[in-house]
């Protein structure tokens, strides 16, 4: 079935680690997206992708960077310079401007 | 700038009632979109309806409809006949016309009350 995956559902570190959060869609979509989830607030934009080898910033882009080196895939990278980076992940492609999102990432810096 | 106005946390319900999310929003532009999304528990996020400004029929998807009101700015959900299934947090979001990039509401949770 077509769709977006997410890998790892969960993820630990610790403080000054580096992490990458896998994204994959085989829906042939020529956007990605990154989102960030807080409770008690809406999405926000951390990176996104157009077409491949190209990206832009978000609204939220520090301590974070992305790739895009094929259309299937979109890691994100957490870096140490994020100051909060405990939350929940969520990856997205589109097509004529609808969303379809992945299951999401939960990260959890401890 | 764009804003996504949700007023209510949270909302609870009876089974098979009927209920009304509320969603705002403010923009400045003519050619927009409006979408509600649905959360339920296991996180995925699922498109529920969407609304083209430019339509002035309110759109329907089966048990869920649309109350928008353009001059207002106001992009209502309603939910009839109300399922244990419904269950989750509702998201209103807005995209210009010619940008990709959605505008989040903070969410409203849906309690369904057997």
């Known amino acids: 079935d077509g769709g977006i995956t997410q890998s790892p559902k969960y993820l630990f570190r610790k403080e000054g680690q580096n992490v990458t959060l896998s994204c994959e869609q085989n829906?042939?979509?020529?956007?990605m997206y990154w989102y960030r989830q807080d409770p008690g607030q809406g999405l926000r934009l951390i990176y996104y992708?157009?077409?491949?080898?190209?990206?832009q910033k978000g609204d939220i882009a520090e301590g974070y960077s992305v790739s895009r080196e094929k259309k299937e895939s979109f890691p994100l990278t957490v870096t140490s310079a994020q100051k909060n980076p405990t939350a929940f992940y969520l990856c997205?492609?589109?097509?004529?401007?609808?969303?379809?999102f992945g299951e999401g990432s939960r990260l959890t810096v401890l | 700038a764009q804003t996504v106005t949700q007023s209510q946390p949270e909302m609870s319900v009876q089974e098979a009632e009927t209920v009304t999310l509320s969603c705002t929003y403010d923009?400045?532009?003519?050619?927009?979109?409006l979408f509600w999304y649905k959360q339920p528990p296991s996180r995925q996020m699922i498109l529920v309806i969407r609304?083209?400004?430019?339509k002035q029929q309110n759109a329907t998807e089966n048990r869920f409809s649309v109350n928008f009101q353009k001059a207002a700015k106001s992009f209502s959900l309603k939910i009839s006949d109300s399922q244990l299934g419904d269950a989750a947090m509702y998201f209103c979001a807005y995209r210009r016309g010619s940008n990709y990039q959605l505008i989040w509401g903070a969410g409203t949770k849906l309690i369904i009350k057997p």
């Open positions: 829906l042939n979509h020529d956007a």
């Open positions: 609304q083209e400004a430019y």
């Open positions: 923009t400045s532009e003519s050619d927009y979109y």
């Open positions: 992708s157009q077409i491949v080898n190209d990206f």
């Open positions: 997205a492609s589109s097509k004529a401007g609808e969303l379809f």
